[in-house]
């Protein structure tokens, strides 16, 4: 009578074990949902350590980050006011020494003396250009002698670039009428003489450091308009002021460091 119970049971216990559902083991295709948690694991943890740079701010490296975004737009404000003026420590903007608050001044003098004829203030690439009409008004006809306009000029200009730390470059140019004097054999040193002797006013009668200023000569080889009329040679006849901008202030630099 026992064997038969025991057969029940063995045979009860087989079914209830057929019953239970199939185990299967967890293969790497079925572990997707941890990518997606890695995932979010290295999102936050980048979150968080964007969090911590913002939280400790370097005003040079803030500064430096807008002049970068800003040059990529042409920004003038940017090219020509580096990082606290390109020196470290915490110095702060200035906004009287940026090239386009100099320019806005200077045209307000010119429109306010009526010297729109003579003195002529634009913006290029380069930088800032103010531009001396030398034809009779600031210098005399095959002379590099300064006339008394020309040093009232140069003593209202000169505190408006000593506001501004870049490079300046005086630049003399000449009309395509030759000249063949005992001082000047040609254009190309009477254009040098005038560059020069504004360059000397400005350093050593109006105190801008001589480490910022240069002086060029092109003669009659870089005119403004044709030379076919008196007028455009007149137009040509002048000494050019440039505050360089950053690009060609940089380039100022490196010629002067030499290789």
Request: aromatic share 6%.
């Amino acid at each position: 009578m026992a064997q038969p119970i025991k057969s029940a049971a063995r045979a009860a216990e087989s079914s209830l074990r057929a019953k239970k559902p199939e185990e299967k083991l967890e293969t790497a295709g079925m572990m997707r949902w941890l990518l997606t948690y890695a995932d979010m694991i290295t999102l936050m943890l980048a979150l968080f350590i964007i969090l911590f740079a913002m939280s400790t701010i370097s005003r040079v490296k803030v500064q430096a980050f807008a002049k970068s975004v800003s040059g990529g737009f042409n920004n003038v404000w940017s090219i020509n006011q580096p990082p606290n003026g390109g020196a470290n420590g915490s110095q702060s903007f200035d906004a009287s020494s940026s090239i386009p608050a100099i320019e806005k001044e200077l045209e307000k003098y010119v429109k306010q003396n009526h010297l729109q004829q003579q003195v002529q203030v634009h913006d290029e690439t380069r930088g800032l250009v103010i531009t001396l009409l030398s034809d009779k008004s600031y210098f005399d006809s095959g002379s590099a002698e300064m006339r008394p306009q020309t040093l009232q000029i140069l003593d209202t200009i000169a505190p408006l670039l000593k506001r501004n730390r870049n490079q300046i470059r005086v630049e003399g140019n000449t009309d395509n009428v030759p000249i063949s004097t005992a001082e000047f054999p040609s254009n190309w040193e009477l254009s040098t003489a005038r560059a020069v002797g504004v360059v000397r006013y400005l350093v050593e009668h109006e105190g801008i450091a001589p480490t910022r200023v240069s002086a060029a000569g092109y003669g009659e080889f870089k005119p403004r308009t044709q030379n076919r009329t008196e007028s455009e040679r007149q137009q040509n006849r002048r000494v050019d002021i440039v505050l360089l901008n950053g690009n060609a202030n940089a380039a100022a630099s490196s010629e002067e460091k030499g290789p």
